[in-house]
Nanobody, 122 residues
Framework: QVQLVESGGGLVQAGGSLRLSCAAS????????MGWFRQAPGKEREFVAG????????YYGDSVKGRFTISRDNAKNTVYLQMNSLKPEDTAVYYC???????????????WGQGTQVTVSS
């Protein structure tokens, strides 16, 4: 089992920045690719970003490319999502997820956090 706990969400004005963190515990963190997803009310869960086990490969959803950056610190068992130039349409609950296989843009991850709310005001 892998336990994931997100933090760093909150309310921010459009154009602002937030950094989300996801702390992992349980099994060896570096054995898992990690992903960030988000879900707004009435919408499907959307892939935001993913990172390989070593951190050498990163992937982004089209709507966040150039604005968000995913990174990980395997020594701290933590994955981050730096979000810049935030827009009201970024408002959602953000989830981190772990996958024993490689990154996928689908929600087929093995473990999920409980989510953290991000609200961007206009």
């Amino acid at each position: 089992q892998v336990q994931l706990v997100e933090s760093g969400g909150g309310l921010v004005q459009a154009g602002g920045s937030l950094r989300l963190s996801c702390a992992a515990s349980g099994r060896t963190f570096s054995n898992y690719a990690m992903g960030w997803f988000r879900q707004a009310p009435g919408k499907e869960r959307e892939f935001v970003a993913g990172i390989s086990r070593s951190g050498g490969l990163t992937y982004y959803g089209d709507s966040v490319k150039g604005r968000f950056t995913i990174s990980r610190d395997n020594a701290k068992n933590t994955v981050y999502l730096q979000m810049n130039s935030l827009k009201p349409e970024d408002t959602a609950v953000y989830y981190c997820a772990a996958r024993g296989l490689g990154v996928t843009t689908t929600p087929r991850y093995d473990y999920w956090g409980q989510g953290t709310q991000v609200t961007v005001s206009s």
